[in-house]
């Protein structure tokens, strides 16, 4: 029974082997054990062994009676651990979890609810054509952020590498308000610059401070899902309202709800559809929130990415009441990972946004701030910008040309001025939704529109992103997505 070569303690070889007897029922209720000094010899160890076993079985019950007047199986064991056998009672307790009410916050019930409007992104993301949201990973310069790095890491300022203000680095926000300034037309000094992990967490902070249960909230039709899971936090209304060509339609969102408190919006390159809002409508939003003491959240995501047509400055620059909450992102720019994003806030909306952001998380980790920074200074972020551009053109016109070549006749994929990703559109009688599922058996990574959709007849297409695919993978791609194709309209 005794392993002398176990990593346990004898006395724990001992006090186990009873342990287990008696819960298999081996040893019953009242049955007396050996005297120490007895079970000591039979065993060959120390007295002081078997007492250390008893002392621990004493102790967690199992034991009753005492030096001189006898050991015993305790009478009354928990009638659970009798009988019952150690794969027995793991069963019972997984039971007991599954079946237990949560006793968990109105809010923390709420999130488990909507947990099917959070995005799940796939974790063993292969890079199959044609997922969309990417940035071309391998064209990033590693080289001169490493080296930044490197740099930074031989010698660490010491503001670097203590707590930070929650804001973020002031460095990233001066760089990035200067940014923003040329690049969007943004109206911003760098105290409204608020550091946050990505778009994603911007988003939450905002519904968190202007959201209350129940508040109706205007989101686009079809909609970015990150975006609709951080507002339904805050356990709101979602109030949806179809887009058309000039984007975001204020009339058609008044005909659906007249006391919608916030409005979350994509006007420089709707998604996912592309489109851009027009600049009437941009004025009208405007002018609706400042009448009715409402927010308008913009979501400029990927406005870097403009190939054709006049680009539109942000919706922000356009305000004058301080009624826009810009947020920006880098994970299309530099890459997702990184975490790092920002909110531009009307000046005396900058205290309660760093209170609430400081409570999240305290702030986005420094170091990656002051290399980003740096980055930005030294002029690397602009000239990857100029690069990227030029090759997501070129990409989109690959993608453009393959999809004339192989799928004409069955995928009608239309030119867009801007963004990562082109739209496919499919007739009627082909559903996209049963397209994508197809092409993800074939190793194809597509989103239907539906999957974005509140509407439950929604557009009937294809979301094909291209960004981070060369010209081999695009055209692998799209003959695999003819096969799934022909065999749909067969
Ligand atoms: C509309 C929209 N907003 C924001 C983001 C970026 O979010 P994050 O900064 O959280 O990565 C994306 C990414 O796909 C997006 O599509």
């Given at each position: 029974?005794?392993?002398?070569?176990?990593?346990?303690?004898?006395?724990?070889?001992?006090?186990?082997?009873?342990?287990?007897?008696i819960?298999?029922?081996?040893?019953?209720?009242?049955?007396?054990?050996p005297?120490?000094r007895?079970?000591?010899?039979?065993?060959?160890?120390?007295r002081?062994?078997?007492i250390?076993?008893?002392?621990?079985?004493?102790?967690?019950?199992?034991?009753?009676?005492?030096?001189?007047?006898?050991t015993?199986?305790?009478?009354?064991l928990?009638?659970?651990?009798?009988?019952?056998?150690?794969?027995?009672?793991?069963?019972?307790?997984e039971?007991?979890?599954?079946?237990r009410s949560?006793?968990?916050?109105?809010?923390?019930?709420w999130?488990?609810?909507i947990?099917?409007?959070?995005?799940?992104?796939?974790?063993?993301m292969?890079f199959?054509?044609?997922?969309?949201?990417?940035?071309?990973?391998?064209?990033?310069?590693f080289?001169?952020?490493?080296?930044?790095?490197?740099?930074?890491?031989?010698?660490?300022?010491?503001?670097?590498?203590?707590y930070?203000?929650?804001?973020?680095?002031?460095?990233?926000?001066?760089?990035?308000?200067?940014?923003?300034?040329?690049?969007?037309?943004?109206?911003?000094?760098?105290?409204?610059?608020?550091?946050?992990?990505?778009?994603?967490?911007?988003?939450?902070?905002?519904?968190?401070?202007?959201?209350?249960?129940?508040?109706?909230?205007?989101m686009?039709?079809?909609?970015?899902?990150?975006?609709?899971?951080?507002?339904?936090?805050?356990?709101?209304?979602?109030?949806?309202?179809?887009?058309?060509?000039?984007?975001?339609?204020?009339?058609?969102?008044?005909?659906?709800?007249?006391?919608?408190?916030?409005?979350?919006?994509?006007?420089?390159?709707?998604?996912?559809?592309?489109?851009?809002?027009?600049?009437?409508?941009?004025?009208?939003?405007?002018?609706?929130?400042?009448?009715?003491?409402?927010?308008?959240?913009?979501?400029?995501?990927?406005?870097?990415?403009?190939?054709?047509?006049?680009?539109?400055?942000?919706?922000?620059?356009?305000?004058?009441?301080?009624?826009?909450i810009?947020?920006?992102?880098?994970?299309?720019?530099?890459f997702?990972?990184?975490r790092?994003?920002?909110l531009?806030?009307?000046?005396?909306?900058?205290?309660?946004?760093?209170?609430?952001r400081?409570?999240?998380?305290?702030?986005?980790?420094?170091?990656?701030?002051?290399?980003?920074?740096?980055f930005?200074?030294?002029g690397?972020?602009?000239?990857h910008?100029r690069?990227?551009?030029?090759?997501?053109?070129?990409r989109?016109?690959?993608?453009?040309?393959?999809?004339?070549?192989?799928?004409?006749?069955?995928?009608?994929?239309?030119?867009?001025?801007?963004?990562?990703?082109l739209?496919g559109?499919l007739?009627?009688?082909?559903?996209?939704?049963?397209?994508?599922?197809?092409?993800?058996?074939?190793?194809?990574?597509i989103?239907?529109?539906?999957?974005?959709?509140?509407?439950?007849?929604?557009?009937?297409?294809?979301?094909?992103?291209?960004?981070?695919?060369?010209?081999?993978?695009?055209?692998?791609?799209?003959?695999?997505?003819?096969?799934?194709?022909?065999?749909?309209?067969?």
């Amino acid at each position: 029974m005794l392993n002398e070569k176990s990593a346990a303690p004898l006395y724990r070889q001992i006090y186990e082997a009873v342990r287990q007897a008696i819960l298999t029922g081996e040893f019953q209720p009242k049955m007396p054990l050996p005297a120490t000094r007895l079970l000591a010899k039979q065993l060959g160890v120390s007295r002081m062994t078997i007492i250390n076993a008893y002392d621990q079985l004493f102790a967690e019950g199992y034991l009753e009676g005492r030096t001189g007047a006898g050991t015993y199986i305790a009478s009354e064991l928990p009638e659970e651990l009798l009988e019952m056998s150690k794969a027995t009672r793991r069963r019972t307790a997984e039971k007991r979890v599954a079946a237990r009410s949560l006793n968990i916050s109105s809010q923390g019930s709420w999130l488990a609810k909507i947990g099917a409007n959070v995005l799940r992104l796939d974790r063993a993301m292969k890079f199959t054509p044609f997922q969309h949201g990417l940035p071309a990973l391998d064209e990033f310069p590693f080289d001169v952020w490493s080296r930044i790095a490197q740099k930074l890491y031989k010698n660490m300022p010491r503001e670097v590498l203590g707590y930070g203000e929650p804001e973020g680095y002031r460095p990233l926000r001066e760089a990035i308000a200067a940014h923003l300034k040329l690049a969007r037309g943004v109206k911003c000094d760098y105290a409204q610059v608020i550091i946050t992990s990505g778009a994603q967490h911007a988003l939450t902070l905002a519904g968190k401070i202007f959201l209350e249960p129940g508040d109706e909230v205007w989101m686009e039709d079809p909609c970015y899902l990150g975006a609709r899971g951080a507002l339904l936090s805050a356990e709101i209304k979602p109030i949806a309202v179809p887009v058309d060509a000039d984007g975001f339609d204020l009339s058609e969102a008044l005909g659906k709800s007249k006391n919608a408190k916030l409005v979350y919006v994509t006007p420089s390159h709707q998604y996912p559809l592309g489109l851009t809002m027009s600049l009437a409508r941009r004025l009208a939003l405007i002018d609706w929130a400042r009448a009715n003491d409402a927010w308008i959240i913009e979501d400029d995501y990927n406005s870097e990415y403009r190939y054709a047509g006049r680009p539109l400055a942000s919706l922000q620059g356009l305000d004058r009441d301080g009624r826009v909450i810009y947020v920006g992102t880098f994970s299309k720019t530099i890459f997702p990972s990184l975490r790092l994003g920002c909110l531009v806030v009307p000046k005396d909306l900058i205290e309660v946004f760093t209170i609430a952001r400081s409570l999240n998380d305290l702030h986005s980790p420094l170091i990656e701030q002051a290399i980003l920074a740096e980055f930005i200074a030294e002029g690397h972020f602009a000239r990857h910008l100029r690069r990227m551009r030029k090759l997501y053109e070129e990409r989109q016109k690959i993608l453009l040309r393959e999809a004339k070549k192989q799928l004409e006749g069955l995928l009608e994929v239309r030119e867009a001025d801007a963004g990562m990703h082109l739209i496919g559109w499919l007739p009627d009688e082909i559903r996209a939704e049963r397209v994508a599922k197809k092409a993800a058996q074939n190793n194809l990574k597509i989103s239907p529109i539906a999957a974005y959709s509140f509407n439950p007849h929604p557009p009937n297409g294809l979301i094909l992103g291209y960004a981070s695919y060369n010209e081999r993978q695009i055209k692998e791609g799209v003959s695999l997505l003819k096969k799934v194709l022909l065999e749909e309209y067969d």
